[in-house]
């Protein structure tokens, strides 16, 4: 059974930093791109990164790009996100999600807090 | 920048039908944008409806249907009951390792 168990979340000041994980279990991990997705309260999913088999090609949306970083470790089956110059908007849901080849998330994670404020 | 579009909310019958549209502000959507779709009922994880435009992800019943439509992706629900009442996301691969999400519409069944 595939299992996304997301970590790291909480309360955080503006301009502060976080690192979420991503456990993964049920299946072989390193033959997976893997992502991160975010839902601000109220609002709907909002597509935040992604990152190749190997970890070597790392893919962010705009709003996030130069402020978050994503890495793997395969040894580990694990996935990171680290969120840098957090601002108020980063404030959402962050849910780790499995995808096939390049197309869709089959698997997703029960997500991550994060809350930004003073 | 790409704008992927969805009805905000959209209302059905029970044992009705409803076709929910996916579009983009610029151009067409066709099978090259891998359209998925995905349930969310409040504070659950999403769910895993549809990908690749047609195929339906297991244990999803078949009253869930994909299609292109015109220059849209569709997903039809065929037979609504009262636990498809949810939020429906639509999500286009937009190629180089991004994705664009739709705003959501959220379903009502009465």
């Known amino acids: 059974e595939v299992q996304l168990l997301e970590s790291g979340g909480g309360l955080v000041q503006p301009g502060g930093s976080l690192r979420l994980s991503c456990d993964a279990s049920?299946?072989?991990?390193?033959?997976?791109?893997m992502s991160w997705v975010r839902q601000a309260p109220g609002k709907g999913l909002e597509w935040v990164s992604a990152l190749s088999l190997s970890g070597t090609s790392p893919y962010f949306a705009d709003s996030v790009k130069g402020r978050f970083a994503i890495s793997r470790d395969n040894s580990k089956n694990t996935l990171y996100l680290q969120m840098n110059s957090l601002r108020v908007d980063d404030t959402a849901v962050y849910y780790c999600?499995?995808?096939?080849?390049?197309?869709?998330?089959?698997?997703w994670g029960q997500g991550t807090l994060v809350t930004v404020s003073s | 920048q790409t704008v992927v579009t969805q009805e905000p909310s959209f209302s059905v019958s029970p044992g009705g039908t409803v076709t929910l549209t996916c579009g983009l502000t610029s151009g067409s959507v066709s099978d090259i944008y891998y359209p998925s779709w995905y349930q969310q009922t409040p504070g659950q994880a999403p769910r895993t409806l549809m990908s690749?435009?047609?195929i339906r992800s297991s244990g999803i019943p078949e009253r869930f249907s994909g299609s292109i439509l015109g220059n849209k992706a569709a997903l039809t629900i065929t037979g609504a009951q009262a636990d498809d009442e949810s939020d429906y996301y639509c999500?286009?691969?937009?190629?180089?390792?991004?994705?664009?999400f739709g705003g959501g519409t959220k379903l009502t069944v009465l």
């Open positions: 049920g299946f072989i991990f390193s033959n997976f791109v």
């Open positions: 999500v286009l691969y937009m190629r180089s390792g991004i994705w664009v």
């Open positions: 999600a499995k995808v096939v080849g390049w197309s869709h998330f089959d698997f």
């Open positions: 690749s435009t047609n």
